[in-house]
């Protein structure tokens, strides 16, 4: 099983909108509604943005939405604030139940 | 509110076997799934596996040989055996509740003689 493949990095501006892909295959994010997102600041547990493709668990601000077309998931941050500044994680479940993340993307604040 | 507590032991030698337990306060074991992912130093998120209430795994392939879930609902706990360890299973692992709206604080295993 290979790992699901995300930008390394990216950045924005306060105010700005950005978006980190997560592409898999047809096995994975393109076979499935089964794909998270998380959210992790350095030395802190992840926290959980997105599940199943574009729900929001309780408490996780609208400014957060995610999507997928084919093989691809997205996560788009709205609204770009200093404290987003984090890692990203995308996951998704395989067809024999297994889950795989994402390398994790960086994302800066500028 | 649920909170998921972690314990077990922070060094393991090599070849040992790695013990953790994951208690859950504040809710049910029943009717969710229950996550184990892990964190080397550094490096991105890595799953384990997950366990039903019911007692059903999936496991992680790279890890399946080694890999033992267990759950014990009327402890409110349930945890992870992974054995003949070596260095390159050296990670903070967290344990979660189902896709992870709620996580355990992280237990930084070292692996080391």
């Known amino acids: 099983q290979s790992a699901l493949t995300q930008p390394a990095s990216v950045s924005g501006s306060p105010g700005q909108s950005i978006t980190i892909s997560c592409t898999g295959t047809?096995?994975?994010?393109?076979?499935?509604?089964?794909v998270s997102w998380y959210q992790q600041h350095p030395g802190k547990a992840p926290k959980l943005l997105i599940y199943n493709v574009n729900k929001w668990p309780s408490g996780v601000s609208n400014r957060f939405s995610g999507s997928k077309s084919g093989n691809t998931a997205s996560l788009t941050i709205s609204g770009l604030q200093a404290e987003d500044e984090a890692d990203y994680y995308c996951s998704a479940y395989t067809g024999s139940s297994t889950k795989l993340f994402g390398g994790g993307t960086k994302l800066t604040v500028l | 509110q649920v909170q998921l507590q972690q314990s077990g032991p922070g060094l393991v030698k090599p070849s040992e076997t790695l013990s953790l337990t994951c208690t859950v306060s504040g809710g049910s074991l029943s009717k969710n799934y229950w996550s184990w992912i892990r964190q080397p130093a550094g490096k991105g998120l890595e799953w384990i596996g997950r366990?039903?209430?019911?007692?059903?795994?999936n496991y992680n392939p790279s890890l399946k040989s080694r890999l033992t879930l267990s759950i014990d609902t009327s402890m409110s706990q349930f945890s992870l055996r992974l054995s003949s360890v070596t260095a390159a299973d050296t990670a903070v692992y967290y344990c979660?509740?189902?896709?992870?709206?709620?996580w355990g604080q992280g237990t930084l295993v070292t692996v080391s003689s």
């Open positions: 366990i039903f209430s019911s007692g059903s795994t």
């Open positions: 047809s096995s994975d994010v393109g076979g499935y509604n089964y």
């Open positions: 979660a509740r189902s896709e992870g709206d709620e």
